[in-house]
DNA sequence: CTCTATTTTTTCGAGCCTCGAAAAAATACT
DNA sequence: AGTATTTTTTCGAGGCTCGAAAAAATAGAG
């Protein structure tokens, strides 16, 4: 049951109130984050003079631009860049990629590596992502007892605390206790996210305006992900990071999808399920293990200029697409959508018969106020959501330490 | 953006938290408080020696059952049943009832109307609510001045912010703001409550062992409803009471449902649906205003009896609760369920082609430890939902004023 | 160049709140 | 009747936030 608050609790979340207000704003007066957090200005000014003399904050020149004011200039107050840094593991198919990244949120080392990942042993793959990470931390250029936090991203299905892949598509092996295992390799807090929940966290950041509150990060790649943000926090299944919204049954006793299952979303929506209906192999076709970019691009290149299997089959990827989001939104009402991946440069031939399809469904009665976005580079926003995802981690339990506790307060998205 | 914890909120949410934890034990010792709270004894006496003072606790005799310890004993403290009252006004097809809780949650008065609402005027299925509400606050046995609020649920979808009706299926009329007229009507504050809702709010007081923090409450009745609770939080849509589980898409281009749309879960599962296909009318047949229970007996019966249409009916509801299911536990992975109303029990004759349905999803790999419950009777639920989420609200609002502020702490469904 | 108006930031005392320790209260056991 | 035990209250200490006032830092006016 809920729990009554401790007098201390005040300080560390009013601290993580502070930090969190100055990681959005970027470079804040204290006068403004007295706006934005309700507290007094002898509030803030207590609590940033602490928080620079611990070195997690510190004073920058006043904002530039309004200047020309009257009186006493504001002084901006910035995240330090050295109060701690963050690293980012991103393992999606074949690829595996780390970055560092300084407090303030800048990238401060970075290296990618392709792996085969479907056809590695289980240690190969734990092996490579804890060689990818020493590697940063024993680079000299870098001060390793500074790194607060290890965040790896993974396509495929992660459990609600965070410390373990469920299962993924890249690999066939299941249940990798990642955290535990970057843990007790490295003695550095580690834990496990979800590629698309981390798209959704970036998407939040990058445009604060479109993505706020309510709204779905949909991943158009060999498979079907889903990123959820409601009422301004990461949507997740209770025993996993869920929101598979690729799995959504589309067609009862459909087409074979990746999963082993009939009808998902995916296996109408998937790049090998546009591949297999493109090359009219029947449902029934076990799907491929992967399909390159350029392949599809061609695929949609065909279906641009000519009506035929190729189109058709983007056609029918629509219509999963917009069943799928009609039953989403009977649940949770519609919201903002941003469709992301290789195959959203193609969301042109998928669009019509989404929106065709969503129209037929409760959620779709305004289906013309529902408003898509396409990003077709999925990677670096999958890293900035997982760096993202880090420091926030880093300003409310190291910095904060015991803010996190209860109530939805802190715990925002970003 | 979220606001920092301004010192006087710390008494407020403490306040709300003892009187949480009064309302949810009954008759618990200030050491049990500052247990289940985690605050310290001397808060616990302090609030509580407040809240005594203000009427809003009163002490009564130690609880009887261990009395045979050696120390001081316990004395248990209750919500004092004159601190106020609530009514609770719920409104289905045809029906209309209310009831005046106290604060201890005794039902004091009740009163039943049978009306006909599908044809009635918009002002006059106003009127009838109205004056339903009215005799019973002119009663004399009734202290008026104590009514702190109305909750009224109703069959639909209501607003996120629990002020109006958006759609009913037990009227044509739509977007009827009651929260407003109510409280112009009487100055008691009133909101809107969706039925399954309340069901799911009730189920989580009668059974909290099974249903704690994640549970899913079916109405299995004319239409389908849902009532969500996720993390121990009841889940509504963001712009309406979301969860439209009987308007997931089962079959595109599928059943004609009620909702004028096609394929939707309740046009396979509704009572409308399993007669229209016990007649063998055809999917394209019009649903039918009404089947009245004892017909819907009447096919369970003939159902159970031999291999016939009727069977082939409920088999096929079953079928699209189970995909439905499926497809809503790929996004929030599976939690216990509650299948509530009349055909509730006929669901031996559901559950087959369910289970069969379920494990063909994502969300079913372990259909098996997926535990189904039936409660026929969804109207005493629906009144025991709405009177605990009022008397919550007096609990908060009224008592704690200002404790409701942000973080989920205090808002939890109970 | 000095003075004034203006805005931001810090300082300081007041008022609450929670906590821990100790005291008081109320009972069962010996 | 006295002792052990458990619950509840009391009381002082320590923290936190707040408002008001003071201090600091600048632009504009004369």
Request: some cysteine; aromatic content about 4%.
């Amino acid at each position: 049951m809920s729990v009554g608050i401790r007098h201390d609790d005040l300080r560390r979340r009013n601290r993580a109130m502070v930090i969190a207000a100055v990681r959005r704003a970027g470079q804040p007066s204290r006068t403004e984050i007295a706006a934005t957090t309700g507290l007094s200005h002898s509030t803030i000014s207590a609590i940033s003079s602490d928080l620079i003399g611990e070195g997690i904050l510190t004073e920058s020149k006043p904002s530039e631009a309004g200047s020309l004011k009257r009186g006493r200039p504001q002084v901006g107050l910035s995240l330090n860049p050295e109060a701690a840094a963050v690293m980012t593991v991103v393992l999606s198919l074949n690829f595996l990629s780390v970055a560092v990244i300084d407090y303030a949120g800048q990238v401060v080392a970075e290296e990618q590596r392709r792996l085969d990942t479907l056809t590695m042993s289980r240690d190969a793959l734990i092996g490579e992502c804890v060689a990818i990470v020493r590697r940063r931390l024993e680079d000299p250029d870098l001060d390793v007892r500074s790194i607060a936090r290890i965040a790896l991203a993974i396509q495929g299905i992660t459990d609600t605390r965070a410390r373990a892949m469920l299962w993924s598509p890249i690999t066939p092996h299941t249940d990798i206790a990642f955290a535990d295992i970057l843990e007790d390799e490295f003695a550095i807090p580690a834990t496990v996210e979800n590629d698309c929940n981390m798209m959704a966290i970036a998407l939040r950041w990058r445009d604060p305006d479109r993505y706020r509150d309510d709204f779905i990060a949909i991943l158009l790649s060999h498979g079907i992900g889903m990123g959820l943000v409601l009422k301004g926090e990461l949507f997740t299944g209770t025993h996993s990071s869920g929101g598979e919204f690729g799995h959504m049954i589309h067609q009862p006793n459909g087409a074979l999808c990746r999963c082993g299952r009939r009808g998902c979303v995916e296996a109408y929506a998937g790049n090998y399920a546009i591949w297999r209906n493109a090359r009219q192999l029947g449902e029934d076709a076990e799907p491929v293990a992967d399909v390159s970019d350029a392949d599809m691009r061609a695929l949609a290149t065909a279906a641009r200029e000519r009506d035929g299997p190729e189109r058709e089959a983007y056609r029918k990827a629509g219509e999963a697409l917009g069943y799928g989001l009609g039953s989403l939104f009977a649940l949770i009402d519609p919201a903002p959508v941003a469709m992301v991946g290789a195959s959203a440069a193609a969301f042109d031939l998928i669009e019509p018969a989404l929106r065709k399809a969503i129209a037929q469904t409760a959620g779709g009665q305004h289906s013309k106020s529902i408003s898509f976005d396409t990003e077709p580079n999925e990677l670096p926003l999958i890293r900035e959501g997982c760096a993202m995802r880090a420091l926030t981690f880093v300003d409310q339990e190291i910095f904060a330490p015991g803010a996190q506790a209860r109530g939805s307060a802190g715990k925002s998205v970003a």
